[in-house]
């Protein structure tokens, strides 16, 4: 893995490994795995990075430990009431998640504890949330006199509907696994310690489909949200006569007449 993005060093907030084809990113600000002004600069840093590193297909993002995945917000950053630093976080907060959520790749959360705030919204900005069974889930900003700012009002609701995104946003209601399952704010509930193997395994199936193909069926999946379904039939067909400009598709037709494993090109 590049160094500029390989952050082993204990005091790093977020500590970087390469498993082959995918990166396992670990929030690492004990004890609640705070996100902090730098922490989010340093994320949007490595997000930034994988994107440019056509050898990673995927990445994972869980907690350190096993008690949090991640708090959220330190709130004593807003204790004092000051708006230029709500104003600066606000920022970091959008830019660093909605760089995650463009990563042209495949994103997993592996949920390994409390989800909270901030914690939850980067999950949501993940492609797949794989959850164990001890997690709990929450926006709990409105209890404190705040909202969600980092996409919790408009990602939360697409994944759950109205509905239930009133009963977590505006009732202040907490999620179990089994709970966030149901309502599919999260794809899969196992058990305490397997959420880091999961979503690797389900990370490394990524290397089987042609990247320039995820690339493109991650972008139309994710055009649900903002334009029309006829846009979105039309933005079908037209990537899918695009691929036929890149080597990803006469090798994957090809291995599969040849009854082989195909050999992506990392375009």
Same mark, same amino acid.
């Given at each position: 893995m590049k160094p500029e993005f390989q952050s082993q060093q204990k005091s790093s907030a977020i500590k970087a490994e390469q498993h082959g084809h995918v990166a396992l990113l670990t929030l690492n600000n004990p004890p609640a795995n705070t996100w902090t002004a730098d922490s989010l600069i340093q994320f949007k840093q490595i997000i930034e990075s994988l994107n440019a590193d056509k050898n990673i297909y995927a990445c994972v993002?869980? $907690?350190? $430990? #096993? +008690? =949090? =995945? #991640?708090? $959220?917000?330190? *709130? +004593? *950053?807003?204790?004092d009431g000051n708006k230029a630093v709500a104003l600066d976080m606000a920022r970091l907060f959008g830019e660093a998640f909605e760089t995650l959520s463009a990563f042209r790749g495949v994103s997993i959360?592996?949920?390994?504890?409390y989800a909270m705030g901030g914690g939850l919204e980067v999950a949501l900005a993940c492609d797949i949330r794989i959850a164990e069974t001890q997690a709990?889930?929450? *926006?709990?900003?409105? +209890?404190? $006199? *705040?909202?969600?700012?980092a996409g919790g009002t408009q990602n939360l609701t697409w994944l759950v509907g109205e509905g239930w995104a009133k009963r977590i946003i505006l009732c202040g209601e907490q999620i179990s696994a089994e709970q966030a399952l149901t309502i599919k704010l999260v794809e899969e509930v196992v058990e305490v310690g397997e959420s880091v193997n999961a979503a690797l395994a389900l990370a490394k199936s990524v290397g089987s489909q042609s990247p320039s193909s995820v690339t493109a069926c991650k972008a139309l999946i994710q055009n649900c949200r903002s334009q029309s379904h006829q846009h979105g039939l039309m933005k079908e067909r037209e990537l899918f006569v695009r691929l036929f400009d890149t080597e990803d598709q006469q090798e994957g037709v090809q291995a599969f007449l040849e009854k082989r494993s195909p050999q992506w090109k990392n375009q």
């Open positions: 993002i869980t $907690g350190e $430990g #096993s +008690k =949090f =995945f #991640s708090a $959220g917000a330190d *709130l +004593k *950053l807003f204790a959360a592996a949920i390994n504890g709990v889930m929450a *926006l709990p900003e409105a +209890k404190v $006199g *705040l909202l969600p700012c």
